[in-house]
T-cell receptor, first 114, second 111 residues
């Protein structure tokens, strides 16, 4: 079971780039790295997922080094609406293996200030 | 649009009562999950299902049960509610792209 470690909280200002790092030293070969965003009183929302190297979509980038023991979520030019909790989830959602990975860590509480 | 819904959104019950929380998804996903989230903490997996008639225990399954009679629904039952089960409950479903879609949550208070 891949355990993840993230900073408890981070502060930033509007317009800045924010990088949140997740440590997952015992990541398995078949594991993917997925990041979720959660606003108060809402369910988590998928942001981005990757296996190795770099993945980019319209809202974020995900950087994964060659050893895959950590990953960094990069949010470009954050705004006040990006204030939320961000969770890193590591595991393999393939059939018959879902239960082994579905453990969320405590997440990182990002506060974006004006 | 496809979606995942939960009901009720808020529930207050008494210790010892049986409570059932509903989860319904129209994504036609085979895989569905139930989590609980306690104040200031991440989500913990209660039960999950890979398809009709399949159910599996998660990290914190004691005191909870699920059944899967069709693809769309995975109700979560608390057989005898306890104060320790006061929490926010999230249902999720998952497609083959490894992305989970979460419902809006049910806030349960056990008095």
């Amino acid at each position: 079971l891949a355990k993840t470690t993230q900073p408890i909280s981070m502060d930033s200002y509007e317009g800045q780039e924010v990088n949140i790092t997740c440590s997952h030293n015992n990541i398995a070969t078949n594991d993917y790295i997925t990041w979720y965003q959660q606003f108060p009183s809402q369910g988590p929302r998928f942001i981005i997922q990757g296996y190795k190297t770099k993945v980019t979509n319209e809202v974020a980038s995900l950087f994964i080094p060659a050893d895959r023991k950590s990953s960094t979520l990069s949010l470009p030019r954050v705004s006040l609406s990006d204030t939320a909790v961000y969770y890193c989830l590591v595991g393999d959602l393939t059939l018959n293996n879902a239960g082994n990975m579905l453990t969320f860590g405590g997440g990182t509480r990002l506060m974006v200030k004006p | 649009d496809a979606e995942i819904t939960q009901s009720p959104r808020h529930k207050i019950t008494e210790t010892g009562r049986q409570v059932t929380l509903a989860c319904h998804q129209t994504w036609n996903h085979n895989n569905m999950f139930w989590y609980r989230q306690d104040l200031g903490h991440g989500l913990r997996l209660i039960h999950y299902s890979y398809g009709v008639h399949d159910t599996n225990k998660g990290e914190v399954s004691d005191g909870y049960s699920v059944s899967r009679s069709n693809t769309e629904d995975l109700p979560l039952t608390l057989e005898s509610a306890a104060s320790s089960q006061t929490s926010v409950y999230f249902c999720a479903s998952w497609d083959v792209a490894n992305e989970q879609f979460f419902g809006p949550g049910t806030r349960l208070t056990v008095l």
